[in-house]
């Protein structure tokens, strides 16, 4: 669909809820999808206004009804215009996403923060963990590095290493290191699963804590993936045939990397029904999410070393 900007039209809205408004049956009518951390064109309509004037995205109602200028209008249309024209997820638009309470950078080297794991950084890993024992952290496949700053706010106390293989992914979350003036307990890495803890030819170090949001999209789901997913990068996003090619090398590798008492967490989404299948034996501990969500695992050193 193209947006046509109709400049009469654009001229009798004056205010920003009048543009919030407009924007929602713009994005109605071009059948968007809303799988980016806003759930309906509303929201994403309230956002995309908000933010494109540097506001807040929680800025009062009261304000809603101030009037625009002729180049606010204008910048408005056109972000709007982008949004239906390209089908790029507002947060790429915008270049931010939001975890755990934390406002993050983000372009099209990295994925868009939506993880159901925020919840449990934000409880620090209860009951699985005793948070005042976490010396050390593993984000496993950072992307931006959402994971694992976050996990540096919860566990002021402990060391952070992010872990991609995608060096332009590491580019972004060193950025974002940088926004949270984190320099000084969080490490990058870029490396292929454990490569990095192994270029001596020897373990070197293991983790309280190995979180992962790995790739987990099967070939069929990515053949099936609405416009918005072709903006972020398929590395990503796809993992073999059944969405696990990844996750399955995790299990076999991750105890060697843990300290006694420490827990592997992944998220492998839909996969999820397809990996208890394939290890029906194996005690994944499926995590409820108050704020919604599924398919993330909790396992234990000791699950590991017995499974795999």
């Known amino acids: 669909m193209t947006l ?4 009469a039209q654009i001229e009798n809205l004056t205010t ?23 759930s309906s064109p509303l929201d994403e309509s309230v956002y ?24 606010e209008k204008e910048y408005i249309a056109t972000i709007f215009k982008k949004r239906i024209e390209e089908k790029m997820p507002a947060a790429y638009i915008m270049n931010e996403g939001w975890f755990a309470g934390l406002q993050f950078y983000v372009d099209e080297r990295v994925l868009i923060p939506r993880s159901p794991i925020a919840e449990l950084v934000e ?3 209860i009951p699985w963990i005793n948070p005042d024992e976490v010396e050390s952290i593993l984000d496993l496949c950072t992307g931006c590095g959402c994971i694992g700053i976050a996990c540096a706010y919860a566990f002021p106390q402990a060391s952070i ?11 972004v979350a060193n950025r974002n290191i940088v926004q949270h003036d ?16 192994l270029k001596d030819g020897a373990q070197s170090k293991q983790y309280d804590i190995i979180v992962s949001n790995p790739p987990y999209v099967d070939a069929e789901d990515m053949t099936g993936l609405a416009d918005e997913f072709k903006h972020e990068p398929e590395l990503a ?14 299990l076999k590798e991750a105890a060697n990397f843990l300290t006694d008492q420490g827990v592997l967490v992944v998220e492998v989404g ?3 029904y397809e990996l208890v299948e394939m290890y029906p034996e194996v005690p994944f501990q499926w995590v409820d999410f108050e704020r919604g969500g599924d398919g993330v695992f909790v396992l234990t050193k000791q699950d590991l070393n017995i499974h795999f």
């Open 4 to 7: 046509k900007l109709d400049t």
């Open 16 to 38: 920003l809820l009048d543009f919030m408004r407009w924007g929602a049956s713009q994005f109605v009518e071009a059948d968007l999808s809303y799988s980016h951390g806003l």
């Open 48 to 71: 995309l206004v908000l933010r494109t004037l540097r506001l807040p995205a929680d800025t009062p109602e009261i304000y809603w009804q101030s009037k625009l200028t002729i180049s």
């Open 123 to 125: 409880s620090q890993f």
């Open 161 to 171: 290493d992010l872990s991609d293989l995608s060096e332009d992914a590491l580019v």
């Open 182 to 197: 984190a320099s000084n307990r969080i490490t990058t890495h870029q490396s292929d699963l454990f490569d990095y803890l």
């Open 237 to 250: 996003l796809s993992s073999g045939n059944d969405g696990l090619s990844f996750t399955k090398r995790l």
């Open 270 to 272: 839909n996969s999820q």
